[in-house]
């Protein structure tokens, strides 16, 4: 079984900055694209950005310039660094991942609270 659980929400004022981790557990053999999702209240989810396990990255065009996705592939790990944050940014935020474990499943996390407020 494959379990992806974040961390590193909370509450933060307008300008400030979040780092979210995801930590993948399990029996994993290897890790395809990850990736960050968030859902606003009374809002659909929505894809924030996208990491492959090469390293090449995809961002929305909300969190362009703002947003760096990382990940560390030896740890199953992978980050998401939020500056200039706006209370427009605060939702939930998920982790998902494309986990050969031994076949390929997608998984999601439970998701993390990020609170953009003055």
């Known amino acids: 079984q494959v379990q992806l659980v974040e961390s590193g929400g909370g509450l933060v004022q307008p300008g400030g900055s979040l780092r979210l981790s995801c930590a993948a557990s399990?029996?994993?053999?290897?890790?395809?694209?990850m990736g960050w999702y968030r859902q606003a209240p009374g809002k659909e989810r929505e894809f924030i950005a996208a990491?492959?396990?090469?390293?090449?990255?995809n961002y929305a065009d909300s969190v362009k310039g703002r947003f760096t996705i990382s990940r560390d592939n030896a740890k199953n790990m992978m980050y998401l660094q939020m500056n200039i944050l706006k209370p427009e940014d605060t939702a939930v935020y998920y982790c998902?991942?494309?986990?050969?474990?031994?076949?390929?499943?997608?998984?999601w996390g439970q998701g993390t609270l990020v609170t953009v407020s003055s």
């Open positions: 998902q991942g494309v986990v050969l474990s031994p076949r390929y499943l997608e998984v």
């Open positions: 399990g029996s994993i053999f290897s890790i395809n694209v």
């Open positions: 990491i492959s396990s090469g390293g090449s990255t």
